[in-house]
């Protein structure tokens, strides 16, 4: 029987990457595409030896050629760091817009079920709580965090036209804050920057007085509901995360705990439009797909700060950024 064959945008990427490395183990053929802007190399320099891995160096802006069959498509390709919003705005829309489009034609000239990468910014400030898929949203279309909420929001849009209009095989998962091994050092995420502060013996940075809400979820948990999602008949928007919410400064306190360092917490300012509370209602997985998230915040968190541990130095030390 032949090998699926499965093309992952943005797949040198920390979700991406992740993404190929569990495709690959189920016996795909996978074809990473990245244009490097967020991504890494080394994401996925243990996969180059694999016989069924390809690499295409290639922005998913511009018109996507991918020669031969393709059975499935997973447009994963986006700039996601808070950071990121002031930095490099354009490339983040285009890549919710543009980049969504031409994957689409993609799974249209080949008969390829596509999977989305949405997000739970889609949400914004939620005024409902728990999130259900059925709730619009509270987003600024104008504020800093707009470029990347509307470009979720929109791709999600052209998603569902394309499936209705076109008939194409769609699936969309609204992301829920992941973290695990491979993000950015420089990414700015709650997890990712308190980490590298507590390894460098910095005091860790919370905004606000720490009392908003985060669900955290460790990429195999999100993984596993990814490829669940895209194996099952669902084409509505399925929400993957962790319904068990922490404060911010309670994710601080077990970062300090399991670093051991003694830096203690510095309390800045908001910044704008920044989320008070953040849960999914997780109720659609349960019911479709048979998931929920099985590793807990303790143990998802020291496998990262194991990982981190490992790969800074005082040189990659990055300013405090956005949780």
Same mark, same amino acid.
């Given at each position: ?156 849009? @052209? ?10 095989? /769609? +699936?969309? !998962?609204? %992301?829920? $804050? ?44 999100? @993984? ?10 669902? /084409? +509505?928007? !399925?929400? %993957?995360? $962790? ?44 019911? @479709? ?35």
């Amino acid at each position: 029987m032949a090998k699926k064959r499965a093309l992952v945008t943005g797949g040198a990427g920390f979700l991406g990457s992740h993404l190929c490395e569990r495709l690959l183990s189920e016996g795909y053929h996978v074809v990473c595409m990245d244009n490097l802007r967020t991504g890494s190399l080394e994401n996925v320099a243990h996969l180059e030896g694999e016989a069924h891995f390809e690499y295409i160096d290639h922005d998913v802006t511009s018109h996507i050629n991918v020669a031969g069959e393709l059975d499935e498509i997973y447009h994963f390709a986006s700039p996601a760091s808070p950071k990121d919003f002031s930095r490099i705005p354009i490339p983040i829309l285009k890549a919710g817009a543009l980049g969504t489009y031409n994957s689409l034609g993609l799974a249209l000239a080949k008969g390829a079920r596509l999977m989305l990468a949405s997000s739970s910014e889609v949400y914004g400030d939620p005024l409902v709580h728990p999130q259900t898929e059925n709730y619009w949203g509270n987003v600024n279309p104008v504020g800093m965090r707009g470029v990347y909420d509307e470009a979720k929001r929109y791709a999600e849009a @052209i998603t569902m036209a394309y499936h209705r209009h076109h008939t194409v095989d /769609t +699936r969309i !998962v609204r %992301i829920f $804050n992941t973290y695990g091994p491979r993000m950015r050092v420089d990414d700015g995420r709650m997890v990712p920057n308190f980490i590298q502060q507590a390894l460098l013996g910095r005091p860790l940075t919370v905004y606000g007085d720490g009392s908003q809400t985060r669900s955290i979820q460790y990429v195999d948990d999100l @993984i596993e509901g990814t490829f669940r999602l895209m194996k099952s008949p669902e /084409t +509505r928007p !399925v929400n %993957i995360g $962790n319904p068990v919410e922490y404060t911010i400064s309670e994710v601080a306190d077990l970062i300090l705990e399991l670093s051991g360092a003694e830096s203690g917490i510095a309390y800045e300012s908001l910044p704008e439009d920044d989320p008070k509370q953040r849960c999914p209602d997780i109720t659609r997985a349960k019911k @479709i797909l048979g998931w929920e998230p099985r590793i807990p915040a303790r143990e998802g968190l020291k496998l990262t700060f194991e990982w981190f541990g490992q790969r800074l130095s005082p040189r990659e030390a990055a300013p405090p950024a956005e949780q």
